[in-house]
């Protein structure tokens, strides 16, 4: 059984730092990608950041140049390094890995909540 484990929300000020984790167990297939979405409330989900199998890293406007996606070599585990945090990247955060035959596994959501 496949099992995504966020960590690493919390409260901050504006410019401030977090870093979320995303541990993930029972992976025993191929992996095409690991992401960061996020909800703010009222909002649909949206893609923050992504790193595909073979490294590259893509990311939404908003957040280039502020977050950084990484993940370990065994690809158990997805970071979001997020710096000089804004108010409007208040959302909860979910990680996600899309498996190489394209079915998606979802955390169960971290919150991060940026004050001004």
């Known amino acids: 059984q496949v099992q995504l484990v966020e960590s690493g929300g919390g409260s901050v000020q504006a410019v401030g730092s977090l870093r979320l984790s995303c541990t993930a167990s029972?992976?025993?297939?191929?992996?095409?990608?690991m992401y960061w979405y996020r909800q703010a409330p009222g909002k649909e989900r949206e893609l923050v950041a992504g790193?595909?199998?073979?490294?590259?890293?893509k990311y939404v406007d908003s957040v280039k140049g502020r977050f950084t996606i990484s993940r370990d070599n065994a690809k158990t585990a997805v970071y979001l390094q997020m710096n000089s945090l804004k108010p409007e990247d208040t959302a909860v955060y979910y990680c996600?890995?899309?498996?190489?035959?394209?079915?998606?596994?979802w955390g169960q959501g971290t919150q991060v909540t940026v004050s001004s």
């Open positions: 029972g992976i025993s297939f191929g992996i095409r990608g």
């Open positions: 790193i595909l199998s073979g490294g590259s890293t």
């Open positions: 996600n890995i899309l498996s190489a035959n394209d079915i998606d596994f």
